[in-house]
């Protein structure tokens, strides 16, 4: 059958392969056969999980505070009789033994079973104890999780391999980064979600929120993938497919030119130098900021050497990464933002419950903070390997004067213990503060006697603004980079640093936008830091542009709040001479 989807355009070109279907969730479960003599071990990593299930109920059950509704104690006592009922606890075990099948797999066509009774059930409150059914069985998957190989291996991938899956987390793409795959295609995810930046980051043709790509798709079709129209395109035809292929061969042609530019220095028309730094997320990645031609690292997202794995780096294994890239960028800056965990990036061995409102809990700086033992081994590992290239300290969600002055004490602390012990450091190395979150922008002021430089975190700094969860496709046509505010925010820090001479940078992706370069160069800003795949498309923007052609423009955006005259003004701004 031939379909046709839409979602949100991630770049990296087009691709024509193969699809290879992941699995996650409930909906979306991996199914393998087991040989025999796997099956008993299978049959007892079921039991393990649903003990541990009841363990957790009863947990919860023993913990409900006084003041609770009654209706709480009543819900959890029935999940756990629900837990104990042969349907749940033993009936799977005997299609894990008759169909030689994974625990999950059998769960699911246990559970698949039971809501089609449940549908059938004609009484009100008795059909909606469904979802008793389902969320016990969830509790049972997530503790079935992280025993079963539900991803593929990476070198099980071929060169021709489109991931179609649900959702991927950042962790799975971290996972991911390794292998050769053709391109990726998710349901659900906004354009500055983690997965769409690291989509971005693996520089392969991706699409986002397609809604019905992992039920649609079927394993081994062949697809098209346009990343930069954000459509997806099921067993084309001969004419759709030769149309494609006409499109990749120009969108290669276009990368290629415009290599030619990748040693000029970047400067605009009139004379100004621009930075242009790359956005790493492992120490790998530095290969590619040396072909993007940048001039040092603005943000290494150093949480994703925490992501994907069962226990905390120690601090000799973070020495070595924050060594190996600050060796690799010869004497380049390095910026290296502190561990920026929590909300969507939630390792493994991270012990802490998920808030109900993750994006708003305990994340980035705030973490360290209650974290001061994890937090003093990064800081350690950090300023030792600050003797081997020029590596600056970052502070992810800062969101006022007296967080940042705790991490600042803590890197002063950090020192001291060095010191103490005759370890190396530069004693010099600077320290900055991300601005992504509205209040730090709005006393960004008093920021500077503290910080060697600043770095606006746009992707947050929007979300917070907006009241718009980047993640969330459904709202994703509401998260407005050059909504007024936004653009107001992002003023008042540039204009702040200059007038304080500390350097500003932004490294959200705002940053790689061509269709924002402009603007960002008319607020102010010299300092750019964005996927080395970006680079080369803002450079050629910096080069064509004149500052004193587009001040006027700019001017009117900035002092206009109608986001219709915005957008107008955007267009021409972008069409105006130079191009
Ligand atoms: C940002 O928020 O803009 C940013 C660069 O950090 P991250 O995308 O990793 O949250
Ligand atoms: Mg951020």
């Known amino acids: 059958m031939n379909i046709i989807l839409h979602g949100v355009a991630i770049g990296g070109g087009i691709a024509i392969g193969r699809a290879h279907l992941i699995s996650h969730s409930m909906d979306d479960v991996a199914h393998y056969s087991l040989e025999d003599h796997e099956i008993a071990a299978e049959v007892t990593r079921f039991d393990d999980a649903v003990r541990a299930t009841?363990?957790?109920?009863?947990?919860?059950?023993?913990?409900?505070?006084?003041?609770?509704?009654?209706?709480?104690?009543?819900?959890?006592?029935?999940?756990?009789?629900?837990?104990?009922?042969?349907?749940?606890?033993?009936?799977?075990?005997?299609?894990?033994?008759?169909?030689?099948?994974?625990?999950?797999?059998?769960?699911?066509?246990?559970?698949?079973?039971?809501?089609?009774?449940?549908?059938?059930?004609?009484?009100?409150?008795?059909?909606?104890?469904?979802?008793?059914?389902?969320?016990?069985?969830?509790?049972?998957?997530?503790?079935?999780?992280?025993?079963?190989?539900?991803?593929?291996?990476?070198?099980?991938?071929?060169?021709?391999?489109?991931l179609v899956a649900h959702d991927l987390s950042p962790a799975d793409m971290a996972y991911f980064k390794d292998s050769n795959f053709a391109a990726f295609v998710t349901d659900v995810g906004g354009t500055t979600s983690h997965t769409a930046i690291l989509g971005r980051s693996l520089d392969l043709p991706s699409v986002i929120a397609l809604h019905q790509a992992r039920e649609l798709v079927r394993e081994d079709e062949q697809i098209i993938v346009d990343g930069q129209q954000g459509v997806l395109i099921v067993n084309p035809d001969e004419l759709v497919l030769n149309e494609y292929r006409r499109r990749q061969r120009a969108w290669r042609d276009a990368r290629r030119k415009l290599s030619s530019i990748r040693k000029s220095s970047a400067?605009?028309?009139?004379?100004?130098?621009?930075?242009?730094?790359?956005?790493?997320?492992?120490?790998?990645?530095?290969?590619?900021?040396?072909?993007?031609?940048?001039?040092?690292?603005?943000?290494?997202?150093?949480?994703?050497?925490?992501?994907?794995?069962?226990?905390?780096?120690?601090?000799?294994?973070?020495?070595?990464?924050?060594?190996?890239?600050?060796?690799?960028?010869?004497?380049?800056?390095?910026?290296?933002?502190?561990?920026?965990?929590?909300?969507?990036?939630?390792?493994?061995?991270?012990?802490?419950?998920?808030?109900?409102?993750?994006?708003?809990?305990?994340?980035?700086?705030?973490?360290?903070?209650?974290?001061?033992?994890?937090?003093?081994?990064?800081?350690?590992?950090?300023?030792?390997?600050?003797?081997?290239?020029?590596?600056?300290?970052?502070?992810?969600?800062?969101?006022?004067?007296?967080?940042?002055?705790?991490?600042?004490?803590?890197?002063?602390?950090?020192?001291?213990?060095?010191?103490?012990?005759?370890?190396?450091?530069?004693?010099?190395?600077?320290?900055?503060?991300?601005?992504?979150?509205?209040?730090?922008?709005?006393?960004?002021?008093?920021?500077?006697?503290?910080?060697?430089?600043?770095?606006?975190?746009?992707?947050?700094?929007?979300?917070?603004?907006?009241?718009?969860?980047?993640?969330?496709?459904?709202?994703?046509?509401?998260?407005?980079?050059?909504?007024?505010?936004?653009?107001?925010?992002?003023?008042?820090?540039?204009?702040?640093?200059?007038?304080?001479?500390?350097p500003v940078s932004v490294c959200g992706e705002m940053a790689g936008d061509p269709r924002l370069t402009r603007l960002l160069l008319a607020m102010g800003l010299r300092k750019f830091s964005m996927h080395p795949s970006s680079l080369l498309s803002v450079k050629q923007v910096v080069l064509n542009t004149h500052l004193d052609d587009i001040a006027p423009i700019a001017g009117r955006m900035l002092r206009s709040e109608d986001p219709d005259k915005i957008a107008d003004l955007l267009q021409l701004l972008n069409a105006g001479p130079g191009d």
């Open 267 to 502: 400067q605009t028309k009139d004379g100004t130098p621009v930075e242009l730094l790359a956005n790493i997320e492992l120490p790998k990645d530095v290969d590619d900021v040396r072909d993007s031609g940048a001039v040092g690292v603005g943000l290494f997202r150093s949480e994703f050497l925490f992501l994907g794995r069962d226990t905390l780096p120690t601090e000799d294994e973070q020495f070595e990464s924050y060594r190996t890239v600050a060796e690799a960028l010869k004497g380049q800056p390095v910026t290296i933002r502190t561990m920026d965990l929590g909300a969507d990036k939630n390792p493994k061995w991270l012990n802490h419950d998920v808030a109900d409102n993750p994006a708003l809990g305990l994340t980035g700086i705030r973490l360290c903070l209650a974290e001061p033992l994890m937090f003093r081994a990064q800081l350690r590992a950090l300023l030792r390997a600050s003797v081997f290239g020029k590596i600056k300290i970052l502070f992810p969600m800062v969101n006022s004067l007296g967080e940042l002055k705790q991490a600042i004490a803590q890197v002063e602390y950090a020192k001291q213990e060095l010191k103490e012990e005759g370890q190396r450091f530069a004693e010099d190395v600077e320290v900055g503060a991300m601005i992504e979150i509205p209040s730090a922008a709005l006393v960004v002021g008093s920021f500077l006697k503290h910080v060697d430089f600043l770095s606006i975190g746009t992707n947050d700094l929007i979300q917070y603004t907006l009241a718009i969860d980047r993640n969330d496709d459904s709202v994703s046509h509401l998260y407005d980079p050059v909504h007024p505010a936004v653009l107001k925010l992002i003023l008042h820090t540039i204009r702040t640093g200059i007038k304080g001479n500390v």
């Open 54 to 162: 009841r363990k957790e109920l009863e947990m919860l059950w023993g913990s409900i505070p006084e003041n609770a509704p009654a209706e709480l104690g009543a819900f959890l006592s029935l999940h756990i009789m629900l837990l104990g009922d042969v349907t749940i606890s033993r009936e799977p075990r005997d299609i894990i033994e008759k169909q030689a099948c994974n625990a999950e797999w059998a769960l699911k066509l246990q559970c698949d079973q039971l809501v089609e009774q449940f549908d059938a059930i004609e009484e009100d409150y008795l059909r909606e104890r469904k979802n008793d059914v389902l969320q016990v069985v969830e509790r049972i998957f997530k503790n079935l999780d992280g025993h079963a190989p539900q991803l593929p291996a990476p070198g099980d991938l071929l060169e021709d391999t489109i």
